[in-house]
């Protein structure tokens, strides 16, 4: 159920459609968003010949297309295919697939307090989309950061405990990387060999789950030091620690070592 959707898309905006019945002419389609039925004339399938519209579309596809005309009268909109980037039409898919997936989650929470799908939205669903612009970013970022987020906007402490709980479990959040540059050295015979246990110490370095640390040659005595983690505070943790760990063992070795951050 989206929140604040306006019963009629306006002229310019991209929507998802359903491609219900193709004729020789165009083709008549659902809107998934609004719950109308538009066309899609053949006109405005390409800007080159078209030999067959089957070859553009087909019944049951779902596509992205631009709206051109809306009579609220006569209930009718139409609608263009060729005026769609394929950019566009990649970008516009991707967010309609995050706002499902969104209202999925809070009818999830609904479900968990037992409580009506609509109160989810006025209580949170609201207070999020006018702070994030867009549900399913405002839900990410509670994902990664938790119901302090929510508090902060004013939502009940139940409901934000509920909504931080299921979005953890739903969202998969990207990994944050951040680097930096070991300097070791080593003027022992086998200084080469020290050095490189010394790196190895650093990626093998007992880390928390959802963490990685990657080490790698720049030019030595430089060595590239990655670590990706689920969030800001827990990466520059294990960054420290596996620094630490690294110049502490190539000091023991007999050589030395320093740490700098950035690229």
Excluded at 165 to 174: A, Q, T
Aim: glycine share 8%.
């Amino acid at each position: 159920m989206p929140i604040k959707k306006p019963e009629w898309p306006e002229v310019g905006d991209l929507v998802i459609a359903s491609i219900q019945n193709v004729t020789n002419y165009g083709a008549y389609v659902f809107l998934d968003e609004y719950g109308k039925e538009g066309l899609l004339h053949i006109s405005e399938l390409s800007s080159g010949w078209v030999r067959n519209i089957r070859s553009f579309i087909r019944e049951g596809q779902k596509t992205v297309l631009k709206v051109l005309r809306v009579n609220v009268e006569k209930e009718h909109v139409d609608l263009s295919l060729r005026r769609v980037t394929k950019r566009a039409r990649r970008e516009k898919l991707l967010a309609w697939k995050k706002d499902r997936q969104a209202e999925g989650l809070l009818r999830s929470v609904s479900e968990k307090l037992d409580i009506p799908v609509e109160e989810v939205h006025e209580k949170a669903g609201v207070l999020i989309e006018e702070k994030f612009g867009e549900l399913y970013w405002g839900l990410a970022r509670t994902a990664r950061e938790g119901p302090d987020v929510l508090l902060e906007l004013g939502v009940p402490k139940n409901l934000a405990a509920a909504i931080a709980e299921i979005v953890k479990e739903k969202i998969k959040l990207p990994l944050i990387t951040i680097k930096g540059t070991l300097e070791l050295q080593c003027v022992k015979p086998d200084g080469v060999v020290r050095i490189r246990k010394a790196l190895l110490s650093a990626e093998k370095f007992e880390k928390s789950s959802g963490t990685s640390v990657r080490v790698y040659v720049v030019a030595p005595p430089k060595y590239r030091i990655e670590v990706s983690a689920e969030d800001y505070k827990k990466a520059e943790k294990v960054l420290e620690k596996a620094t630490e760990t690294a110049i502490k063992n190539i000091t023991k070795a007999g050589g030395t070592g320093t740490f700098h951050r950035g690229k």
